[in-house]
């Protein structure tokens, strides 16, 4: 389970392929429900500080 401030790596991502092996930073505070389709939000991913939305799936816990 993610929480809020999780920092991640994305392993795959449907919604932004180039995110791959970047990591990033959760912003949800509750897991995600039908708005995002079941994905989390990423913040803060690669050099350009993209946002995507990843299925839990697609990504491994680093730490906070």
Known sequence: MFNAGD???VVSCEDDPR???K???LID???PGPLTQGRWTVI???WLRLSVLCHGHELQKMGR
Do not use: S
């Open 44 to 46: 803060r991913v690669g």
């Open 29 to 31: 505070e509750v897991p």
């Open 7 to 9: 920092k991640v790596l």
């Open 19 to 21: 995110a791959v092996g």
């Open 23 to 25: 990591t990033g930073v």
